[in-house]
């Protein structure tokens, strides 16, 4: 598969994956429309844009989203793309994501009256469901007839937890949520089950741990991340145990093992069910592509 593919989905929508399993940087150019917002999440490696030819320059490390927008100055696109780099960019048009939003464009930030003709920045942590989705469109394993529609999919799914995850942060939209204590408490519990993801606590244990009561905690841990407490572990379990099979240092069963599966087994029934694959398949994807 060639390093750099460009799907275009239609005239106003367009994704381009970057893959440099090299040891030399990448160069790629594109030139941008000034009615373009883009998007960039960076699975692995680093990222570097280059502006006003070379006298600025913007990195973009693993693990990091970045949304551009300047319908006042075409921003054309020039990256330096590291070695060992997984690297997605989804260029749409504000008429094109406008018209997706028509009902709750004036919920969105860079949608509303007042700022669709000012320009953009935001650069964000990659979250653990954003991370599987990119990880899916670099493991693309149906055929090849059927690739657009994948990815279309998929696309659409990430920018769905980009706005979810932009919204869902926001105190004012969690009515119950307005003690901002709460929400203290709730991004403790958050830390909490992640600390001891291998043998996490109870709901009603981690509720007493961080003092809330056991209803705000699930209403509240909803609201700010987007899912119940134990699917939300569950993703950044799986996600954390793909991470550890990437660098090599673990089999299968150790995996599991530092994840808190007692069987491997469950283990594995559980990185299917999230991924789609095996990981003993994954890593021979892995071993293959390497």
Do not use: W
């Not at 075409?74 to 997605?88: A, D, K, M, Y």
């Not at 860079?110 to 469109?137: A, D, G, H």
């Not at 980009?162 to 958050?190: G, M, R, T």
């Not at 600390?195 to 209403?219: F, H, R, W, Y």
């Amino acid at each position: 598969m060639s390093p750099i593919e460009e799907i275009n989905i239609d005239k106003h929508f367009s994704i381009i994956r970057i893959e440099n399993p090299g040891s030399e940087n990448l160069i790629f150019h594109k030139d941008m429309g000034t009615d373009i917002i883009q998007f960039y999440f960076c699975l692995k490696g680093n990222v570097k844009f280059i502006f006003n030819q070379n006298t600025y320059s913007l990195p973009l490390q693993k693990e990091r989203s970045l949304l551009l927008y300047n319908p006042q100055k075409s921003l054309p696109l020039h990256l330096e793309v590291g070695p060992c780099t997984q690297f997605i960019c989804v260029l749409i048009s504000i008429q094109k994501l406008h018209a997706l939003f028509s009902t709750e464009a004036e919920f969105i930030g860079f949608l509303t009256k007042e700022n669709r003709n000012k320009k953009y920045y935001q650069e964000e942590q990659v979250s653990p469901s954003m991370s599987i989705v990119l990880n899916q469109m670099f493991n693309f394993y149906m055929n090849p007839s059927i690739k657009t529609l994948y990815y279309t999919g998929k696309t659409y799914e990430l920018l769905s937890l980009v706005f979810n995850h932009n919204e869902d942060l926001k105190i004012e939209n969690c009515p119950f949520l307005s003690d901002e204590d709460d929400v203290l408490k709730i991004k403790k519990a958050k830390d909490t089950i992640i600390a001891q993801m291998a043998e996490p606590p109870t709901l009603q244990e981690l509720a007493d741990s961080v003092g809330i009561n056991i209803k705000k905690l699930k209403l509240g841990f909803k609201q700010i991340y987007g899912d119940s407490v134990f699917s939300f572990l569950f993703d950044y379990k799986m996600e954390y145990a793909r991470k550890l099979l990437d660098s090599g240092n673990y089999n299968v069963n150790e995996v599991g093992a530092k994840i808190g599966y007692s069987s491997s087994s469950h283990f594995i029934a559980a990185f299917k069910k999230k991924f789609g694959t095996t990981p003993k398949k994954y890593l021979m994807t892995l071993n293959n592509t390497n």
